[in-house]
Nanobody, 128 residues
Framework: QVRLVESGGGSVQAGDSLKLSCAASVSAFSFYAFAWFRQAPGKEREIVAAINRGGDSTYYRDSVKGRFTISKIKDGTKNFVYLQMNDLSPEDTAVYYC???????????????????WGQGTQLTVSS
């Protein structure tokens, strides 16, 4: 059973940095690919960043390239997926979701339907 718990959201000013965390309770962390999605009010959920199970291949949507970094870290007995966000803008305001997929390949995935497990989300609000 997979449990994903996001944290780190909040209210910040434009230009600030913030790091989101996703604590992943999975039995074989190294076999999971992950992603961060976001959903702004009145909009559909969209991919933000994705990482393959090996942690060596990543994807970013164009609007966050160069500003956001996704990483996958095993810290002792705990597993985390991070999203470091720099130079935030009001357009980044959304609920951010962590998603996981047990995977056999070395690729990343960018569509919602490709992920089986989701966290509850964490709110990020960026003020101008």
């Amino acid at each position: 059973q997979v449990r994903l718990v996001e944290s780190g959201g909040g209210s910040v000013q434009a230009g600030d940095s913030l790091k989101l965390s996703c604590a992943a309770s999975v039995s074989a962390f190294s076999f999971y690919a992950f992603a961060w999605f976001r959903q702004a009010p009145g909009k559909e959920r969209e991919i933000v960043a994705a990482i393959n199970r090996g942690g060596d291949s990543t994807y970013y949507r164009d609007s966050v390239k160069g500003r956001f970094t996704i990483s996958k870290i095993k810290d002792g007995t705990k597993n985390f997926v991070y999203l470091q966000m720099n130079d935030l803008s009001p357009e980044d305001t959304a609920v951010y979701y962590c998603a996981a997929r047990l995977d056999q390949s070395a690729r990343y995935y960018v569509r919602e339907t490709q992920y089986n497990d989701w966290g509850q989300g964490t709110q990020l609000t960026v003020s101008s």
